[in-house]
């Protein structure tokens, strides 16, 4: 098994992420440094990232509702809390599947699995990620439209995304949004609506593929059944 599938399925870091660990030089396989990723692993090599052995692990996932004010990280060097600090109980070595701002709250998966993130975040895939945007100005067809085409953002065209106009309220001069997308650029959603002059005031995210946060107050996790699993698994592939 190549190196940057091996530190995948043992929960390390997706399978791009952990190639960039080993161009870093932080990955020894039997005590020595390997940087080329075409590197095979075989049984009873003793692989270790940051000196640390890494050993597989059964694979686990969990659905969290992420509250405001938290990060969507293994750690901070800041010392602000994250994400796996509400998850105390589990035992695995699990990392958010994409991100979250600190600001934004909603649904979100964690997981060990490498090769479940990668299916769950490239953009080819076209998992629908759902959110609730409330935002500063009047929401009209005419001024959301650009995001139904498709957006120059930071330089890179968003793919076509869909809307739901759920509340205007003139006297406050602020609405709120429903927008689907397919993507998890940075800021993504804020940037989208604010080049449609429209300021994002407060965003959760609602649903993500086939899953919803029904039942789980923010702070609250719970672990996917089997059948989530490969409904998720089933919208990568059919999207292909």
Not at 113 to 127: A, C, L, V, Y
Not at 131 to 145: C, E, F, Q, S
Not at 165 to 187: A, M
Request: net charge positive; aromatic share 4%; charged share 30%.
């Amino acid at each position: 098994m190549r190196i940057n599938k091996y530190l995948a399925h043992a929960g390390i870091a997706s399978r791009r992420k952990s190639e960039e660990l080993i161009k870093q030089g932080l990955v020894t396989v039997n005590g020595k440094v390997v940087k080329e990723l075409a590197t095979l692993i075989k049984s009873g090599d003793k692989v270790e990232v940051e000196g640390t052995p890494v050993y597989n692990e059964e694979k686990v996932y969990y659905l969290l509702n992420k509250p405001r004010g938290v990060i969507s990280s293994v750690s901070d060097d800041k010392g602000r809390k994250t994400v796996t600090d509400l998850l105390p109980q589990v035992k695995e070595r699990i990392y958010p599947v994409g991100r979250l701002d600190w600001d934004t709250s909603g649904l979100l998966i964690l997981t060990n699995d490498g090769d479940f993130t990668d299916k769950m975040i490239h953009p080819r895939n076209e998992i629908d990620k759902v959110y609730l945007a409330r935002v500063k100005g009047i929401a009209t067809k005419d001024n959301l439209r650009p995001l139904t085409r498709g957006l120059v953002i930071d330089g890179k065209k968003t793919k076509p995304a869909r809307y739901n106009i759920l509340k205007v309220d003139t006297e406050k001069n602020r609405s709120v949004v429903e927008l689907t997308i397919h993507e998890g650029r940075n800021h993504q959603v804020k940037k989208m609506f604010e080049s449609v002059g429209l300021l994002v005031d407060k965003l959760s995210r609602t649903q993500f593929g086939t899953l919803n946060l029904s039942g789980l107050q923010p702070g609250e996790s719970r672990r996917l059944t089997k059948k989530e699993i490969s409904q998720l698994h089933n919208l990568a592939v059919t999207k292909k």
